[in-house]
């Protein structure tokens, strides 16, 4: 089965700023790598598919990179509503595991 | 406007059974793959099962496999899950998805049913 690691575990930042969270695969997964965001009490949404893809309706401060094993997730400036956790998950076999989660806190 | 509405959660012994629905509006079920993801109470996010749009693929996590069912009634716009020999660790939020093609992307998600597994 194919691992996914995300770092960090958590993250602490400022309206404005850049970020990065980062998601590791086991073992190659191409380009078949998502990205969700998650606020509480609600269910995920698609940010990023095929690794680099904007979903529909998502701001383009969100970008997605990689391919292989290594892929980043990019917001460009930080708005207050983008304050949530966020997965990285594979879609190349099954099971289609998710990454741990990065909770993206205010600083 | 797609929508995924899953119902039948709720208070369950260990070692009983749950059936939970999804019914599906706003687009054509009868092509789309489905997937069940759970999230366990302050955790993460768990892929569960996976069906293809006409039933013929079918994948479970290790962690249900032999104990739950995945499947679907095109007819009625609606997927399922039997949930059988529920334990402790099967308390979670379970959400239907829809797997859009290419890429296998999960592009919607219902708001979730909660399942509590305790004695």
């Known amino acids: 089965d194919i691992q996914m690691t995300q770092s960090p575990s958590s993250l602490s930042a400022s309206v404005g700023d850049r970020v990065t969270i980062t998601c590791r695969a086991s073992q190659s997964i191409s380009s078949y790598l998502n990205w969700y965001q998650q606020k509480p009490g609600k269910a995920p949404k698609l940010l990023i598919y095929a690794a680099s893809s904007l979903q529909s309706g998502v701001p383009s401060r969100f970008s997605g990179s990689g391919s292989g094993t290594d892929f980043t997730l990019t917001i460009s400036s930080l708005q207050p509503e983008d304050f949530a956790t966020y997965y990285c998950q594979q879609s190349y076999s099954t099971p289609r595991a998710f990454g741990q989660g990065t909770r993206l806190e205010i600083k | 406007e797609v929508q995924l509405v899953e119902s039948g959660g709720g208070l369950v012994q260990p070692g009983g059974s749950l059936r939970l629905s999804c019914a599906a509006s706003?687009?054509?079920?009868?092509?789309?793959?489905m997937n069940w993801v759970r999230q366990a109470p302050g955790k993460g996010l768990e892929w569960v099962s996976y069906i293809s749009s006409s039933s013929s693929t079918i994948y479970y996590a290790d962690s249900v496999k032999g104990r739950f069912t995945i499947s679907r009634d095109n007819a009625k716009n609606s997927l399922y899950l039997q949930m059988n020999s529920l334990r402790d660790e099967d308390t979670a939020v379970y959400y239907c998805?829809?797997?859009?093609?290419?890429?296998?992307?999960?592009?919607?998600w219902g708001q979730g049913t909660l399942v509590t597994v305790s004695s």
């Open positions: 706003g687009f054509t079920f009868s092509s789309y793959s």
């Open positions: 998805a829809r797997e859009r093609f290419p890429m296998a992307r999960v592009d919607y």
